[in-house]
C-alpha cells in the first residue's frame, strides 16, 4: 500500500529534461506517502517544457517529505519547489525556475518547514516570462492566503537581477508571500553559477546556509570516490 511507503531516499542524482511533452508532471513527485522519503543532493535542471510543474512536488496528505542540500536550476513550468501538508525544505539552491518555492493548494493547513534556502534570478535568466517569476515563497492560489498563518518559513536569501527597486521594496509585502522573520533580501554573491561555490562574503553564511558542491551530484568520474562522511 503506498500510503504506508516511508524512508526510501533519492540522492546524488542529477536529473535533466524530464517531462518534455507532458502537462502537470514533476521531475520527482511524493505523492499520498507516509513520512521520512527524502530527496537530497541532487542536481535537477533544464525542465523546459512551460506545461509541466515543478522540479521537487510533495502533494495531497504526504507527510513529513524532505528536500534537502539540493540545486535546481531553469525549470520554466510550475516552478522549484512545490510543497504540500508538512514538508521539509532546507538548503537548496532554487536558481531561475518560475516560481522558487511555492505552498500547494489543498483543504488543510500548511505546516511546512522552509528554511535555509538560496531563491535567486540570475542575469542570464532570459527564459522565464516575467509575470511567472516569484521570488518569496507564495501561494499556488492567492487567494488562500490563510495557508500562510501556519507554514513556517525563515533564513531564506532571495534575490534577482531583474527586478526594479520599487518592486525590492514592495515584493515581501504581498498578501500571497511569505518570507520569515529572519530571511534577507541580498545578492547570494555566487563566486561561479556554474559550479554554485559562494564567495566568502555571501550573506548566505550568516543564515547558516551550507555550501553545496555540485561535483557530487549525478555520476562520477571516479567511481571509487567517496561520498559519506
Given at each position: 500500500?503506498?500510503?504506508?511507503?516511508?524512508?526510501?531516499?533519492?540522492e546524488?542524482?542529477?536529473?535533466?529534461n524530464?517531462?518534455?511533452?507532458?502537462?502537470d508532471?514533476?521531475?520527482?513527485?511524493?505523492?499520498?506517502?507516509?513520512?521520512?522519503?527524502?530527496v537530497?543532493?541532487c542536481?535537477?535542471h533544464?525542465?523546459?517544457?512551460?506545461?509541466a510543474?515543478?522540479?521537487?512536488?510533495?502533494?495531497?496528505?504526504?507527510?513529513h517529505g524532505?528536500f534537502s542540500?539540493n540545486i535546481?536550476q531553469n525549470?520554466?513550468g510550475?516552478g522549484?519547489?512545490?510543497a504540500?501538508?508538512n514538508?521539509?525544505v532546507?538548503?537548496?539552491?532554487v536558481?531561475d525556475?518560475?516560481?522558487?518555492?511555492?505552498?500547494?493548494?489543498?483543504?488543510?493547513?500548511n505546516?511546512?518547514?522552509?528554511e535555509?534556502?538560496?531563491?535567486?534570478?540570475?542575469?542570464?535568466?532570459?527564459?522565464?516570462p516575467?509575470?511567472?517569476?516569484?521570488?518569496?515563497?507564495?501561494?499556488?492560489?492567492a487567494h488562500e492566503?490563510?495557508?500562510l498563518?501556519?507554514?513556517?518559513?525563515?533564513?531564506?536569501?532571495?534575490?534577482s537581477?531583474s527586478y526594479?527597486?520599487e518592486?525590492?521594496?514592495?515584493?515581501?509585502?504581498?498578501?500571497?508571500?511569505?518570507?520569515?522573520?529572519n530571511s534577507?533580501?541580498?545578492?547570494?554573491q555566487f563566486?561561479d553559477?556554474?559550479s554554485f561555490?559562494l564567495?566568502?562574503?555571501?550573506p548566505?553564511f550568516?543564515l547558516?546556509?551550507?555550501?553545496?558542491?555540485?561535483?557530487?551530484?549525478?555520476l562520477?568520474?571516479?567511481?571509487c570516490?567517496?561520498?559519506?562522511?
Amino acid at each position: 500500500d503506498y500510503i504506508h511507503t516511508r524512508n526510501n531516499r533519492v540522492e546524488y542524482c542529477e536529473i535533466f529534461n524530464t517531462s518534455y511533452d507532458l502537462g502537470d508532471s514533476n521531475a520527482v513527485y511524493i505523492h499520498t506517502s507516509n513520512e521520512g522519503n527524502t530527496v537530497y543532493y541532487c542536481y535537477i535542471h533544464d525542465l523546459e517544457n512551460p506545461h509541466a510543474g515543478a522540479a521537487l512536488r510533495t502533494d495531497n496528505i504526504q507527510r513529513h517529505g524532505i528536500f534537502s542540500h539540493n540545486i535546481i536550476q531553469n525549470v520554466r513550468g510550475g516552478g522549484g519547489i512545490s510543497a504540500s501538508y508538512n514538508t521539509i525544505v532546507r538548503n537548496n539552491y532554487v536558481i531561475d525556475t518560475g516560481r522558487t518555492i511555492y505552498l500547494h493548494q489543498g483543504p488543510w493547513p500548511n505546516t511546512s518547514l522552509i528554511e535555509k534556502n538560496i531563491c535567486y534570478f540570475s542575469p542570464r535568466n532570459k527564459a522565464i516570462p516575467y509575470r511567472r517569476r516569484c521570488l518569496p515563497i507564495h501561494l499556488s492560489k492567492a487567494h488562500e492566503t490563510w495557508k500562510l498563518r501556519t507554514v513556517r518559513p525563515d533564513w531564506n536569501l532571495f534575490f534577482s537581477t531583474s527586478y526594479s527597486e520599487e518592486e525590492k521594496a514592495s515584493f515581501a509585502q504581498r498578501p500571497d508571500t511569505v518570507m520569515g522573520p529572519n530571511s534577507l533580501y541580498a545578492d547570494p554573491q555566487f563566486e561561479d553559477i556554474k559550479s554554485f561555490r559562494l564567495r566568502k562574503t555571501s550573506p548566505a553564511f550568516r543564515l547558516g546556509i551550507e555550501p553545496l558542491n555540485r561535483s557530487l551530484m549525478g555520476l562520477l568520474r571516479e567511481p571509487c570516490k567517496i561520498r559519506y562522511q
